[in-house]
């Protein structure tokens, strides 16, 4: 293990994105992130392309750096044994409502019994003081909920569209990263552990309204909500006499030299629409309108030479698949195909962030479903025929030729 979570030992109960993605950040960093699964194992082991059953693509790349414990905790014996592993780890974090704790009696107050000094990190949809508490959430649901959708359509879209990436999942998860951190250092400074709590309909409700509450953030308001440049129309891949690219123009510096290479340099000054950033957002559709109205008189890379040579802000248009080609991503190591245990060859993304001294570093390849209990069990204290015995009950499972 390396980074600068050695040490820390996590036992994460999350499924699906939100948590595990939250989990593989920490477990990266060095935690020993120990992931809890049903019998049946975590639903997304089955979403999308994978070699074998319950290891998808999906789930290899939000699962690596972590051990897998099946136990079925409706059942005493698995119940039992979850007390037994939390009673030596720093965190706990769950992603199903605290209703759901609750019912397993495995609420903050049922693992203060046997963990004082545990961080109970609870990800679930809605804060619990409000009319939502009770609601089940999911990416779409909270998209929708924050008017992603809408907010879509007021920049153009024909129909209000979801984002098409399970962002909400992806930015709460790294919420909770950051939640876990700063918990970890409090206790560290005082040595109290306590409860957290990271909904996901407030934390994206920041995240958006942190660029759209425009005029709504005074009271009374003096003015809409909505950020203009954001909601314009031609805030989109440009399009060039043979494709598409991705140009910004936002302080004077870049509007000037713009309107320089078009061979307009006087409207900068002779235009009260380009006299300042003030004025630009409020003609900024016009603006825009005019840059793209601009752009297909010549190709892509005719626009990349001049562009770049004038020190403007450029980048191709990518695909997912040509994204995967990227040459800086190539020289920086981003990709890299490693030997899965069980699935073979697999590509794999670096840990992006760069340390000096404490560089995270991946220790395990996703495991299978029941991969190490039989050796987590043993070092929370269980015999070899204990374990035995609680695999004969149904509390647990043991993957074939499982780690011991």
């Not at 409706?74 to 039992?80: F, I, L, N, Y």
């Not at 619990?128 to 959708?149: E, F, R, T």
């Not at 016009?286 to 562009?307: D, H, N, Q, S």
């Not at 299978?368 to 069990?377: N, Y």
Request: aromatic fraction near 6%; include cysteine; charged fraction near 20%.
């Amino acid at each position: 293990m390396s980074g600068p979570l050695q040490g820390v030992r996590i036992v994460d109960m999350t499924t699906v994105l939100m948590g595990p993605y939250a989990t593989q950040i920490l477990g990266d960093f060095g935690a020993d992130v120990i992931k809890i699964e049903p019998p049946d194992g975590d639903t997304v082991r089955e979403v999308g392309p994978r070699r074998h059953p319950g290891m998808s693509g999906i789930f290899l790349h939000a699962n690596r750096s972590k051990r897998s414990v099946v136990l079925d905790l409706k059942t005493p014996g698995g119940r039992e044994a979850l007390l037994r592993i939390a009673a030596d780890a720093d965190v706990l974090i769950y992603n199903v409502r605290p209703q759901a704790m609750a019912r397993l009696n495995l609420s903050y107050e049922e693992l203060l019994k046997v963990n004082p000094r545990i961080l109970y990190v609870g990800l679930y949809g809605y804060g619990q003081g409000g009319p939502y508490a009770a609601k089940s959430a999911y990416d779409d649901l909270i998209q929708g909920a924050v008017a992603i959708p809408t907010l879509a359509k007021q920049a153009g879209s024909d129909v209000p569209r979801y984002a098409p990436s399970a962002i909400a999942d992806r930015i709460v998860g790294m919420a909770a990263v950051n939640a876990v951190t700063a918990g970890l250092f409090h206790r560290e400074r005082t040595g109290e552990g306590q409860s957290i709590d990271v909904p996901m309909f407030e934390t994206m409700a920041q995240f958006i309204l942190g660029d759209h509450m425009g005029g709504l953030t005074f009271e009374p308001p003096i003015g809409p909500s909505g950020y203009s440049r954001i909601l314009n129309e031609h805030r989109r891949p440009y399009r060039t006499q043979d494709g598409y690219l991705c140009v910004l123009l936002y302080n004077d510096k870049q509007w000037r030299k713009f309107l320089a290479l078009i061979g307009q340099p006087d409207l900068m000054d002779s235009d009260p629409r380009f006299s300042s950033i003030v004025e630009r957002n409020k003609h900024i559709h016009e603006l825009y309108r005019m840059v793209a109205e601009i752009m297909p008189t010549r190709t892509t890379a005719e626009w990349i030479k001049v562009l770049e040579a004038a020190d403007m802000p450029v980048m191709q248009l990518h695909t997912v698949d040509s994204l995967m080609a990227d040459p800086h991503l190539d020289a920086v190591g981003f990709f890299d195909v490693v030997e899965h245990p069980s699935e073979g060859a697999i590509r794999s993304m670096a840990i992006p962030s760069q340390w000096s001294r404490s560089q995270p570093k991946v220790s395990r390849q996703a495991p299978r479903l029941g991969e190490h209990s039989a050796q987590v069990l043993g070092e929370a204290g269980y015999s070899q025929e204990d374990i035995r015995e609680l695999a004969r009950r149904g509390a647990t499972r043991l993957a074939p030729n499982a780690s011991e």
